[in-house]
């Protein structure tokens, strides 16, 4: 069922290889489906909302039902109960406490002449936040998002989801947006919403950036526009790498494992081991828990395809095969995870020891769950307060400081052909007799 690779006999790059994902392809028509979606909404606002969400969700809608009411949270808040709301309450908590702690602050320096070089930390005024809908309520998703941008001092917080058959986005849904400072919702999914957010109608005027994770039609949607709005993102199949040493519970490596499996069809879930005998117990812990799952056969598609128990030599060579793979989630569940973290290059999220499961950072533990993947870790962050800011620079000059710079200033616009550049520079220098 899950594949068996031996670093020993591949080495690490052969276990990189044949973990490597086939270059993602997006068919010619999906794109041009996309692009059309994106230019009917960018042209005729919100009746090319109204007809998409009729032709695709299967819901019709009247301008005025595509805002959200503050009457439907209150009913939400109610639907969901009190225990969902004190789950959602804890959560956004400490993802607020994290946050604050991560905050870009502003700073100024002064040099020597008297010249000052700093940055002044601004938020973004309007942000879009995308919340995929269809199976399954991800109110996870909003806090995860919502609740940085407030942080940030993000003031208009804008939260769009597909509606249900009845019209309604899910309570957990509208419930979380409450408690994280979402100031709109709207009822509008897919890629007609991300167009709706950078391009604005009637109803919904445009942000300054989209974040939010969502399917290829809304990841499509996310790169068309990308240029003239902001993106956090282009999120792929979930990815979780487990390194484990022999000590450690082959039942909890195997629910891990599961736990991002069952995600999607596409989602990475893979062991890296120096025990032999682990590798041994979690394959059949794996089999044993899979049958008792609810979404065992997408679970089981994702291990078949994407799934691997790997046997390495060490759990340092297991590090270096988790670096080449850059996963969205990496869990060290050895005996001195401190010490293998040290060693750790790539990675979206790390989890320490053997009682941080992944999902923790899924829901409650404080980092945001939107993530790189695909191996964006390599250059790319978890989404922060940093996505929610802006940093403008900051320079002062002091006459001294610019008599010291001019003649460097003026031999660089010199080889660069630019003369005013340089004279910018000299006349101040001539008008104030030296800069003494």
């Given at each position: 069922?899950?594949?068996?690779?031996?670093?020993?006999?591949?080495?690490?790059?052969?276990?990189?290889?044949?973990?490597?994902?086939?270059?993602?392809?997006?068919?010619?028509?999906?794109?041009?489906?996309?692009?059309?979606?994106?230019?009917?909404?960018?042209?005729?606002?919100?009746?090319?909302?109204?007809?998409?969400?009729?032709?695709?969700?299967?819901?019709?809608?009247?301008?005025?039902?595509?805002?959200?009411?503050?009457?439907?949270?209150?009913?939400?808040?109610?639907?969901?109960?009190?225990?969902?709301?004190?789950?959602?309450?804890?959560?956004?908590?400490?993802?607020?406490?994290?946050?604050?702690?991560?905050?870009?602050?502003?700073?100024?320096?002064?040099?020597?002449?008297?010249?000052?070089?700093?940055?002044?930390?601004?938020?973004?005024?309007?942000?879009?936040?995308?919340?995929?809908?269809?199976?399954?309520?991800?109110?996870?998703?909003?806090?995860?998002?919502?609740?940085?941008?407030?942080?940030?001092?993000?003031?208009?917080?804008?939260?769009?989801?597909?509606?249900?058959?009845?019209?309604?986005?899910?309570?957990?849904?509208?419930?979380?947006?409450?408690?994280?400072?979402?100031?709109?919702?709207?009822?509008?999914?897919?890629?007609?919403?991300?167009?709706?957010?950078?391009?604005?109608?009637?109803?919904?005027?445009?942000?300054?950036?989209?974040?939010?994770?969502?399917?290829?039609?809304?990841?499509?949607?996310k790169a068309l526009v990308f240029g003239d709005v902001g993106i956090d993102m282009l999120a792929g199949p979930s990815e979780v790498v487990v390194?484990?040493?022999?000590?450690?519970?082959?039942?909890?490596?195997?629910?891990?494992?599961?736990?991002?499996?069952?995600?999607?069809?596409?989602?990475?879930?893979?062991?890296?081991?120096?025990?032999?005998?682990?590798?041994?117990?979690?394959?059949?812990?794996?089999?044993?828990?899979?049958?008792?799952?609810?979404?065992?056969?997408?679970?089981?598609?994702?291990?078949r395809a994407h799934g691997a128990l790997v046997l390495t030599a060490s759990l340092e060579e297991a590090v270096e095969v988790a670096n080449r793979?850059?996963?969205?989630?990496?869990?060290?569940?050895?005996?001195?995870?401190?010490?293998?973290?040290?060693?750790?290059?790539?990675a979206g999220a790390v989890f320490l020891g053997g009682f941080t499961p992944e999902v923790v950072g899924d829901y409650v533990a404080g980092p945001?769950?939107?993530?790189?993947?695909?191996?964006?870790?390599?250059?790319?962050?978890?989404?922060?307060?940093?996505?929610?800011?802006?940093?403008?620079?900051?320079?002062?000059?002091?006459?001294?400081?610019?008599?010291?710079?001019?003649?460097?200033?003026?031999?660089?616009?010199?080889?660069?052909?630019?003369?005013?550049?340089?004279?910018?520079?000299?006349?101040?220098?001539?008008?104030?007799?030296?800069?003494?």
């Amino acid at each position: 069922m899950i594949r068996r690779l031996d670093a020993g006999a591949l080495g690490v790059d052969g276990v990189v290889r044949a973990l490597d994902r086939a270059a993602a392809s997006v068919d010619a028509e999906t794109r041009e489906r996309v692009a059309q979606i994106v230019a009917a909404v960018r042209e005729k606002g919100d009746a090319a909302l109204l007809e998409l969400t009729a032709r695709f969700d299967r819901v019709a809608l009247a301008p005025c039902d595509l805002a959200v009411s503050p009457a439907e949270y209150e009913a939400a808040e109610r639907q969901v109960g009190a225990r969902t709301v004190e789950a959602l309450r804890y959560a956004a908590a400490r993802i607020e406490r994290f946050h604050r702690a991560t905050m870009p602050r502003s700073w100024s320096t002064t040099d020597d002449n008297g010249s000052v070089l700093g940055q002044e930390v601004r938020p973004l005024e309007r942000v879009g936040i995308y919340v995929p809908g269809g199976r399954a309520a991800y109110p996870s998703t909003v806090l995860m998002t919502a609740v940085p941008a407030r942080v940030a001092g993000v003031k208009e917080i804008v939260l769009l989801s597909p509606p249900g058959p009845d019209r309604s986005l899910p309570s957990a849904v509208l419930a979380a947006a409450r408690i994280a400072g979402v100031t709109e919702a709207y009822r509008v999914g897919g890629a007609q919403a991300i167009a709706a957010l950078a391009y604005g109608t009637e109803t919904i005027r445009r942000v300054d950036k989209i974040v939010g994770p969502g399917n290829i039609y809304v990841a499509l949607a996310k790169a068309l526009v990308f240029g003239d709005v902001g993106i956090d993102m282009l999120a792929g199949p979930s990815e979780v790498v487990v390194i484990a040493d022999g000590d450690a519970d082959p039942a909890c490596v195997a629910a891990d494992l599961l736990a991002q499996a069952e995600h999607d069809p596409m989602a990475r879930a893979v062991l890296l081991t120096s025990s032999p005998g682990l590798r041994d117990r979690v394959q059949a812990e794996t089999e044993r828990q899979l049958a008792g799952l609810h979404r065992r056969e997408i679970a089981s598609s994702a291990l078949r395809a994407h799934g691997a128990l790997v046997l390495t030599a060490s759990l340092e060579e297991a590090v270096e095969v988790a670096n080449r793979l850059a996963p969205e989630h990496l869990e060290l569940a050895v005996a001195d995870p401190e010490a293998l973290l040290a060693r750790v290059r790539h990675a979206g999220a790390v989890f320490l020891g053997g009682f941080t499961p992944e999902v923790v950072g899924d829901y409650v533990a404080g980092p945001s769950h939107v993530l790189p993947t695909g191996g964006t870790a390599r250059f790319s962050s978890a989404l922060g307060t940093e996505d929610f800011v802006k940093r403008l620079s900051v320079i002062r000059y002091s006459p001294r400081g610019l008599a010291e710079a001019w003649p460097h200033l003026a031999e660089l616009a010199r080889v660069e052909g630019l003369d005013a550049h340089g004279a910018a520079a000299g006349v101040r220098i001539t008008n104030t007799g030296g800069g003494a």
